[in-house]
C-alpha cells in the first residue's frame, strides 16, 4: 500500500470519526435542550387533555382532571385537617345544608340554595382528591339532586326571582360542582344538563339576565363555564351565550375605578375581562384584569399579606394594616390567580396565589380547622367576639373564631386549599408538564403522545428551599418540563441527575428541560431565600420583612379563651337540630406578650442585625402555629408606648415616625400564616 493510499484511508477514518463524534454531539443536543422561557410553547395543541377549542385562545396552561394530584407534606395535612374538621362536618351541624326541605333537594325548598355550592366546590373536590369513599357518596346525593331538578325549559336548581327576574348566581356556583364531577366521572348527564341549562340563558332577554348584585357583578363565573362547555361539545350557540354574558356582567374594565368595592367581589371578579379576553382576543381585556387588580391594591392593599384592607367593603379613609379581608375574599383571590396563572401563564399569578396562600389564609382558621374568623388582618392584636364597629365595616362578633363565621365564609372557605393542590401540576400546550406552585405531592399525568407518567415532588417549601422532583415512566418519553424561578430568588439553581445544569435561571420565568425522560431521573431546585425589606409609603413608610415567599410577623404570645360558640356566633347563625355545638367551641385570643414594636433597621444596612434560625420540621407536618412553625428571625425593636387598642378595641392605627419609643430590645419574627395575631407591618425606625 502506497503512502497516498495510506493517507487517503486515515483522512477518510477521521471523517468518519469526525462525522460520529459530530452525530452523537447532535443526538445528544436533541435529547436534552436546557433553556429560559418567559411562557410554554402555546403554539401547539395538547393531544392529551381538552384545552380551548378554536376560536377560543389557547391557555398557557391547562388543569389535569380533578384527582391525578395526592398532595403530601403540609398540604395533605391541611386537607386531612380540613375532612376532619369543619369542612368535612359541616354537613351535620350547618343548618343550611339541612336535607329536609333543602332548595338543592326539594322543589320549593326554603334554605341553602347559596350554601350548598359554595360548600360543595371544596367538599366534593377534597373527596376526589382523597379518594375518600364516603364523602364521594354524600357529594352524590347533592350532584344528584341538581339532575333532578332539571325542568324541560332547560332551567336547574332552586328558582329565586328578585324584582320578578329569575336569580342564577347559586346556579353559577353549582355548575362548578357539576363540572369537578364530570372530571372524576365522565358523567354525561352532566354535558346535557349544562347544555339545556345554556339554551335556557340565551333564550332569557338581556333584560332579565343577571340583573342582581351578585350574579352582576360575578358573571365571569358563569363565562367560564360556558367556554368548559363549549371546549367539549364546540356547539356554536355557546359563542354566541359567551358573549352575551359579557355584555350583561358588570364593567371591570374601568380604568379607574370598580364596579363596586366588595372585597369577594373584587378577588372574584377582577378576571373576568382577561376571560372574556380568552373569545375576543383583544388585549386591552386582559390589561383590563392586570389594572383592576392593580388598582384596589394602591390604595386599600397598601399591606402585606398579598390582600387588601377592606373589611366587607372598602371605605376611603380606612385603610391601615388594622384593617381586614374576609376569609371568602382569601379563597376566591387564589382561586382567581389560579385560572388567570392558566389564561396568560404569566408566573405573577402563581407567586401572589402563594403570597396569600402562605401568609394570609392560614391565620383566618384554626389549628384544628373547626373554627374560622370572618376577617383577618396583617396586623391582628386582638380576635374577640366584640363589636368593633365602624373601626371594621362589620357590627357584630366578625374577629373570634367560630364555627359559623359567618354563613358565607362558613361554607365558602373550603375551595381553598382542594383547588390549591388542583394547579400544583399543570398541563402545557407542547404535550409537557408545569410546576407552577410548588409543594410535595405526586402527580400521574400523560405527555408527549400518550405516555403517563408520575412527577413525585418532595419539599418543605416555603419552610425550605430545595425541591426534589423523580419522573417515573414505564419507558422513555421526551417532553419539557417547565419550574417557576420566582421573582425573589436570584441565585437558583437546577441539578439534573446529581449534575448542575450550566444556566443562570432568570427570576420571573421558567426553566424549561426538554429532555428523553428516563424511569427514575432526578431533578433537583434550589431557591435560595434570603432577607427582604418592603416599604410601605401609603402607610406611613411601615415596613414588612419578606424570607422568600414569607412574610414574617411578630411574634406574639397567644391565650385562647374557649367560648360558646351559641353565644358568640354571628347573628345569621344557625345550627341543624340535634347538633351538640359543645364539640364546635369558639375561640377569642388574646395577648400575653407586648405586641407595639417599631423594627430598629441600620440605617446603611436594614437588614444587618437580622439572624436567620432554622428549626426542626414539625413532626405532625403542620408548620403553621407560633409552637411549630420551622422558622424563627431574631431582630430588633423597640415598643412604642402610644400605639394601643383603640377607642373601638382594635389595634391602633400605625403611630407617626416620630413617636417616642422605649429601649431596645430583641424581638421574634415568625412567618405571618402561623401567627393568629400579628403586627406584620412595623413602623420604621433607622438607627
Not at 403553621?624 to 391602633?652: H, I, M, N
Request: net charge negative.
Amino acid at each position: 500500500m502506497n503512502t497516498v493510499t495510506r493517507l487517503t484511508q486515515f483522512f477518510i477514518g477521521a471523517l468518519i470519526l469526525a462525522g460520529t463524534l459530530i452525530s452523537c454531539v447532535s443526538k445528544e443536543t436533541r435529547q436534552e435542550e436546557i433553556s429560559m422561557k418567559d411562557r410554554p410553547d402555546y403554539t401547539q395543541t395538547n393531544v392529551n387533555y381538552i384545552g380551548n377549542r378554536s376560536p377560543l385562545k389557547s391557555s398557557n396552561f391547562i388543569k389535569l382532571p380533578v384527582g391525578s394530584i395526592q398532595p403530601e407534606g403540609w398540604v395533605k395535612k391541611y386537607l386531612e385537617l380540613q375532612k376532619n374538621g369543619l369542612t368535612g362536618h359541616l354537613g351535620e351541624i350547618s343548618a343550611w345544608l339541612g336535607k329536609e326541605n333543602n332548595a338543592w333537594l326539594t322543589n320549593g325548598g326554603d334554605h341553602g340554595w347559596e350554601e350548598v355550592p359554595y360548600w360543595l366546590k371544596g367538599y366534593g373536590n377534597l373527596a376526589y382528591i382523597l379518594k375518600d369513599q364516603k364523602m364521594i357518596d354524600e357529594t352524590r346525593i347533592w350532584i344528584e339532586g341538581a339532575f333532578d331538578s332539571q325542568q324541560a325549559n332547560g332551567f336547574f336548581g332552586p328558582a329565586n326571582t328578585k324584582n320578578g327576574k329569575p336569580e342564577l348566581w347559586a346556579q353559577m356556583i353549582m355548575l362548578w360542582c357539576l363540572q369537578s364531577y364530570y372530571e372524576y366521572t365522565q358523567d354525561e348527564r352532566v354535558i346535557s344538563l349544562m347544555t339545556n341549562y345554556f339554551k335556557w340563558q340565551l333564550a332569557l332577554p338581556d333584560d332579565q339576565f343577571l340583573e342582581d348584585y351578585w350574579e352582576n357583578s360575578r358573571g365571569g363565573d358563569n363565562l367560564l363555564s360556558v367556554y368548559w362547555l363549549y371546549n367539549r361539545t364546540g356547539e356554536s350557540f355557546l359563542l354566541e351565550l359567551a358573549e352575551k354574558i359579557h355584555r350583561n356582567t358588570a364593567d371591570w374594565t374601568r380604568p379607574s375605578t370598580l364596579p363596586n368595592w366588595h372585597n369577594v367581589n373584587v378577588a372574584q371578579c377582577f378576571r373576568e375581562p382577561a376571560s372574556y379576553y380568552v373569545l375576543s382576543g383583544d388585549s386591552a381585556f386582559l390589561q383590563a384584569s392586570y389594572n383592576a387588580h392593580n388598582l384596589i391594591r394602591r390604595t386599600f392593599g397598601q399591606v402585606p399579606g398579598g390582600m387588601f384592607g377592606a373589611d366587607e367593603n372598602a371605605r376611603m379613609g380606612y385603610i391601615d394594616p388594622r384593617q381586614g379581608v374576609e376569609t371568602c375574599g382569601m379563597v376566591e383571590q387564589m382561586a382567581s390567580d389560579e385560572i388567570m396563572l392558566c389564561i396568560t401563564g404569566d408566573p405573577f399569578w402563581a407567586e401572589h396565589c402563594e403570597e396569600v396562600a402562605f401568609n394570609t389564609y392560614p391565620a383566618a382558621v384554626m389549628p384544628d380547622f373547626k373554627a374560622l374568623r370572618y376577617l383577618t388582618c396583617p396586623n391582628h392584636t386582638v380576635s374577640d367576639a366584640q363589636n368593633h364597629h365602624p373601626g371594621i365595616d362589620n357590627s357584630g362578633p366578625f374577629l373570634a373564631m367560630n364555627p359559623f363565621s359567618s354563613r358565607c365564609c362558613q361554607h365558602n372557605h373550603a375551595q381553598g386549599w382542594p383547588y390549591y393542590s388542583e394547579y400544583l401540576v399543570l398541563a402545557t400546550p407542547d404535550n409537557g408538564a408545569a410546576i407552577g406552585l410548588y409543594a410535595a405531592c405526586k402527580a400521574t399525568l400523560k405527555v408527549a403522545n400518550g405516555q403517563e407518567i408520575t412527577i413525585d415532588e418532595q419539599t418543605n417549601y416555603p419552610f425550605g428551599e430545595e425541591i426534589d422532583f423523580t419522573v417515573n415512566t414505564s419507558k422513555e418519553t421526551k417532553f419539557p418540563l417547565y419550574l417557576r424561578i420566582p421573582s425573589w430568588s436570584n441565585q437558583a439553581e437546577v441539578a439534573i441527575n446529581g449534575k448542575k445544569v450550566n444556566i443562570d435561571p432568570t427570576p420571573g420565568k421558567y426553566v424549561c428541560i426538554n429532555r428523553i425522560w428516563k424511569d427514575g431521573d432526578k431533578v433537583n431546585l434550589k431557591l435560595p431565600m434570603q432577607l427582604a425589606i418592603r416599604t410601605w409609603q401609603a402607610n406611613k413608610n411601615s415596613v414588612s420583612v419578606n424570607y422568600g415567599p414569607l412574610t414574617l410577623s411578630l411574634k406574639i404570645d397567644e391565650e385562647y379563651v374557649k367560648k360558646d360558640s351559641r353565644a358568640t356566633a354571628i347573628y345569621d347563625s344557625r345550627w341543624q337540630e340535634g347538633a351538640d355545638s359543645e364539640k364546635w367551641p369558639s375561640y377569642e385570643i388574646f395577648s400575653k406578650s407586648p405586641w407595639n414594636y417599631a423594627l430598629v433597621l441600620d440605617s446603611k444596612d436594614p437588614l444587618k442585625n437580622f439572624k436567620v434560625i432554622h428549626k426542626e420540621w414539625p413532626s405532625d407536618d403542620f408548620p403553621f402555629t407560633t409552637a411549630s412553625v420551622p422558622l424563627e428571625v431574631k431582630a430588633t425593636g423597640r415598643q412604642v408606648p402610644s400605639w394601643t387598642l383603640d377607642k373601638y378595641g382594635l389595634c391602633g392605627v400605625l403611630p407617626e415616625i416620630d413617636a417616642p419609643k422605649a429601649a431596645k430590645e430583641e424581638i421574634t419574627l415568625i412567618p405571618m400564616g402561623a401567627a393568629r395575631l400579628r403586627i406584620s407591618a412595623f413602623p420604621n425606625l433607622k438607627e
